[in-house]
């Protein structure tokens, strides 16, 4: 099956980046868990059509990638009470981002997702949202000055971590026979505070926080590390 230039729109160069499964000490500084805020849609449906393409790429697929389905919608860095570090994330900066999402008072909005694609270094499944609420959200937790900050951003859903630096040819080829003909409905009522061990690569999310939008309120299942 013949592989056009237009399935190649969010993919740089001619072959996936590796990910490598070892300790980043450089980058962690000794540091445990790294935040970010993200849509948990760790539903059924979803979770079988990760599950599914995560199976019909396994050839290509870094082993044990173990985070749960999620939209990452703004990374966030360490938090921290005292922060010295430029990837810190202190409580000042989540109070403002409280702030900003109270006073957009957004809405439960639905999104759907559906087909599979691929960056270079990972593949995904593309999430359309109509309600253009996702791109609000962005608004409220991100800012110029902050880490993480890009002004492109596809909203997706990661399948898994490309192992090697295979050739996008072959990879897009196998793309492009999985079933692409079923899309997911959800509908999103909250936004999750989550973190994860920041010495293990694709390893498991875990919910600091929901952030109810409906009621614009923030719900702790963990202790606030902002003390």
Request: aromatic content about 12%; hydrophobic content about 35%; glycine content about 4%.
């Amino acid at each position: 099956m013949a592989v056009t230039n237009t399935d190649y729109h969010y993919f740089d160069g001619l072959y996936t980046i590796p990910n490598v499964r070892r300790d980043f000490p450089d980058w962690h500084l000794g540091r445990s868990r790294f935040a970010l805020w993200a849509i948990d849609v760790d539903y059924p449906g979803v979770r079988q059509k990760v599950n599914a393409a995560k199976q019909h790429l396994s050839e290509f697929l870094l082993d044990d990638y173990n985070r749960q389905p999620h939209i990452t919608l703004s990374i966030c860095g360490f938090p921290s009470n005292n922060p010295k570090h430029s990837d810190d994330f202190g409580a000042n900066f989540f109070e403002s981002q409280l702030s900003w999402i109270s006073q957009a008072s957004l809405k439960p909005f639905e999104i759907k997702i559906g087909t599979l694609s691929s960056f270079s270094s990972a593949p995904f499944l593309h999430v359309t949202d109509t309600s253009t609420s996702i791109a609000s959200l962005r608004t409220c937790l991100t800012s110029s000055a902050h880490l993480g900050f890009s002004s492109v951003y596809t909203p997706h859903v990661t399948v898994g971590l490309y192992a090697g630096t295979w050739p996008r040819e072959p990879v897009f080829a196998r793309i492009k026979t999985f079933s692409q003909s079923d899309v997911t409905s959800c509908l999103i009522e909250r936004i999750s505070l989550m973190s994860y061990a920041a010495a293990e690569i694709g390893g498991p999310l875990r919910t600091l926080a929901d952030f109810h939008l409906e009621q614009a309120r923030i719900e702790w299942h963990e202790p606030s590390p902002f003390k």
